[in-house]
């Protein structure tokens, strides 16, 4: 598809979804003034996270003291099923990061109560659910639809087995308009795990706001911090602790709550 197409079936999109008008009218300011957040600090953030990281496994047995048995080990024909539901699907959206690690950060608060931003499949919901429903607790998760595939918006969340779907409370918003909605549901969650809107701008955002609703020992975790500085530069301002996990050539952080 032409990049003009591509504007054009994105902006399409947007009008025919009211409830995404705030979001289409922030993208059209961040595209005319604000296009430099995705990647800034790029370069700094990539060798901040280079020296820091280490493997899920270490992260998992080393810093939460829990013995490494991967997710798809404990779970396995929950994870055939949600791999073959995935291959059904006519779309094709955004990938899963650690499962084992969204899974132990779960378990290693007892977590009742999680949020989630960026659902796409569903993987990291079926992880964190997991954990969740052993404890009866909620996963709240905030996603908002890929605009540039009209179908989709059905598949969100397709690999999420269906008998942890009592525990899954899902926003279909921009970040921006759901997470309000979650926190007027909860004041305070055990954790968090942030896979939505990338753009430095975005994460500070939302971290600010989440960080503030995480209760003390809680867990905090965001994806793809080495796509630029907004995850060091939250952790250095607030003097946090963050560990880094290398994950599939990405890097995820965690900061534990003191
Ligand atoms: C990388 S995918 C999430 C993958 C998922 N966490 C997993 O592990 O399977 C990112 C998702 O965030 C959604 N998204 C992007 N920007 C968003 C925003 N501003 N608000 C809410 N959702 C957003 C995308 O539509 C997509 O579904």
Known sequence: MSKVAEI????FGYLKRPDLYPELRRKIWKNLFNRSSALRGKEEAEIWCKKLA?????????ILKIPFISFQEIFP????????????????????????????INEYVSSKSSVETGVAYGWSSFAALASLVKRNGTLFSSDMPYIMQNQSEDFVGCVIPEKYKNNWDLYRFADKESLPKIIAKANSFDVIHYDSDKTYDGRIWAYTLLWDKLR????FMSDDIGDNAAFKDYCESKGLEPHVIEFDGKYAGVVIKN
Do not use: N
């Not at 054009?8 to 902006?11: D, G, S």
């Not at 003390?216 to 867990?219: M, N, R, T």
């Open 8 to 11: 054009a079936t994105t902006f």
């Open 77 to 104: 024909q929950e994870y055939q099923a949600a791999l073959q539901a995935q291959e059904r699907t006519p779309v094709k959206m955004g990938g899963a990061g650690s499962l084992s690690v969204i899974y132990y």
């Open 54 to 62: 280490v493997s899920e496994k270490d992260f998992i047995e080393k």
């Open 216 to 219: 003390k020992g809680g867990v």
